[in-house]
Structure formats: structure tokens, C-alpha cells
């Protein structure tokens, strides 16, 4: 069954219309049909199953039942993300995406290599989004995740300040143990923020600064990761600890 989001103000008592790009998609590319049954999303918690009414300029739909999944993580957590070499970004956003993140910032630091005008951030981002939202959907995400705009890693730290819970794996740091302790000590419904750097890691400078904005060094290990490895294996670790179980209770609009 082909998912799609709306906004909330899309969502009637009996009917959702979806306007916009998907229109395009649907009629042309899934050649859909009046009596296709879709699933859709508005981002706030709720997953209705709908049929599909009529495909003009908009696409009307008939609400069949709607669920309260909660598939979300009780916890928001951004990735600030060093900026990487070639594709990798688009691999990293993708499975960042599937394991729960909640807002992706790709940040500029000492090491980075890849520099990106105003013309070429605004092209990858559309594009970055773009995959944010292909794996929300097949991750069957009530959310599509935010690809924020291109940060130096001052305005990331001062960023992250706001945020409960502030992380940046370092391959300098040591003691597993604390980092076990700082990961259990997570709980539900905090604010994280997971900095990780690019090839080549943060430079000593960059780590005393976020130091003393109160970010909390970690380790992953005795191994290096590469910086597509990282974030993922931390959020790996936040999902397995955060996750609850979902509570989820269907109700029939017929």
C-alpha cells in the first residue's frame, strides 16, 4: 500500500485531499485509480487508511479507519552532521531517517572539504529532503524529518545549547563505561543532540568548544568509524533505548 503525508488542515471528518507534487505521482507515475486504497499521514500521530475518490488537480479521499500508531520516538533527536565527501550524505540522511531521527543539520567544520555555495547548498538540500521524505514513507514514519540549512559548527553548538541532551562522539575519548551511563541515563521525551564530524573528525579546538558549551565527549569503541558509520551506530543505540511499546488503538470511520 503506497503511504503519502498531508497537512493537518487537509485532514476533514470523512475526506483528506492531497494537493501538491503527489498529485503529479499518483496520477502519472502510479497511474492510480478512483477505489485504490492508500495510507496517509499528517505528521501528528495518526495513520488513516483511505480510498481514493477522485484524481484531478487534487485528489480526493474517503477516510476508512484511522490509527493511532505512535511509531515515532519519544525523544527528539537532531543529527548534526559533519559535512562528508561525495554521496554519502544521502546514504547517511536515508538511514538516519529509518532509525527515528527527528531533524538532520549538515555542519561545516575545521576538517570539511566539500564546499557548497548558496546555489549548490539550495540544489542538495531539495535533494536531501527529497530522500528524507522517499525514507520517512518507507519507513512508514508519521513524520517527515527536517533537512536544515548548511551550519558552521559555532551556530551548530550554539544551536545544540537549547537541547537536553548533547552528545559528540569523539575518537579520543575513552571510558566505555560513562558512555554507557549517559546513554542509559536518556530519558523519554528529552531534546538530544548527536554531533558527529566528517572525514578527518573535529579538531581539538572544535571539541574545547563544545566542551564548554556543555556537550558530553563519548566513545564508540576501540574501533575508528568512518562518519557515515557514527551517527548511525548512536542512533542505533538511542532507538533500542528510547523505543517504548506502541500503543496503538484502530478505529473504524465507516
Known amino acids: 500500500m503506497h503511504r503519502f503525508f498531508v497537512e493537518p488542515e487537509q485532514v476533514g471528518q470523512e475526506e483528506i485531499t492531497i494537493i501538491g507534487n503527489d498529485v503529479n505521482h499518483m496520477k502519472n507515475v502510479l497511474r492510480m485509480k478512483p477505489g485504490e486504497i492508500i495510507g496517509i499521514s499528517d505528521g501528528s500521530g495518526i495513520e488513516y487508511t483511505c480510498e481514493i475518490l477522485e484524481l484531478n488537480k487534487e485528489v480526493k479521499t474517503k477516510i476508512l479507519t484511522c490509527l493511532d500508531a505512535r511509531r515515532e520516538l519519544p525523544s527528539r533527536i537532531t543529527l548534526f552532521q559533519g559535512l562528508p565527501k561525495s554521496d554519502k550524505m544521502e546514504w547517511i540522511i536515508q538511514k538516519a531517517v529509518e532509525l527515528g531521527v527527528y ?8 576538517n570539511t572539504v566539500v564546499k557548497l555555495d548558496k546555489k549548490k547548498e539550495e540544489n542538495k538540500r531539495k535533494r536531501w529532503q527529497a530522500i528524507a521524505e522517499s525514507a520517512a514513507k518507507q519507513s512508514k514514519r508519521l513524520y517527515i524529518p527536517r533537512v536544515g540549512a548548511l551550519m558552521s559548527f559555532p551556530q551548530a553548538v550554539k544551536r545544540a545549547c537549547d537541547m ?78 528510547l523505543e517504548g511499546e506502541p500503543a496503538a488503538a484502530e478505529k473504524s470511520r465507516e
Open 103 to 110: 531533524e538532520i543539520i549538515p555542519v561545516a567544520t575545521r
Open 164 to 241: 537536553e541532551v548533547r552528545l559528540i562522539p569523539y575518537e579520543l575519548a575513552e571510558n566505555m563505561a560513562e558512555t554507557r551511563e549517559i546513554i542509559a541515563g536518556i530519558r523519554p521525551g528529552q531534546s538530544a543532540a548527536v554531533f558527529i564530524g566528517p572525514e578527518g573528525g573535529f579538531g581539538e579546538e572544535e571539541i574545547a568548544m563544545a566542551m564548554e558549551a556543555g556537550m558530553q565527549p563519548i566513545t564508540l569503541g576501540k574501533r575508528i568509524l568512518r562518519t557515515e558509520t557514527a551517527g548511525i551506530a548512536v542512533l542505533s543505540v538511542l532507538m533500542f533505548t
